[in-house]
């Protein structure tokens, strides 16, 4: 199961929750997920656009993957914000000039 989480619509701190959960009972051959592996199999579960913000810094363990994950969430939905202001703007203004 925890090879098919992906975190979707959620927040990072829920998809953080439930794959922390369920990679408690997850192994791989050699018994417990390395850290690597664990890290890989997060990172692939991330939203795209997070993933990709994530995946152009350097990473080093898998706490540094999850912080880094929150600050790309946060990042992007600022940006997300500001770009739906100035697109209301720019409605409102359209909506001024055909008075």
Request: aromatic share 12%.
């Amino acid at each position: 199961e925890l090879g098919e989480l992906k975190q979707g619509r959620t927040f990072v701190a829920e998809y953080t929750r439930k794959f922390n959960e369920l990679v408690r009972f997850s192994s791989d051959v050699n018994g417990a997920l390395s850290e690597r592996a664990k890290m890989n199999k997060y990172h692939y579960g991330l939203r795209g656009d997070i993933a990709h913000a994530v995946s152009l810094q350097n990473i080093a363990n898998f706490e540094d993957l999850i912080q880094k994950a929150y600050s790309a969430e946060a990042t992007i939905d600022f940006a997300n914000k500001e770009r739906a202001a100035v697109n209301q703007q720019k409605k409102d203004f359209g909506k001024y000039k055909q008075q």
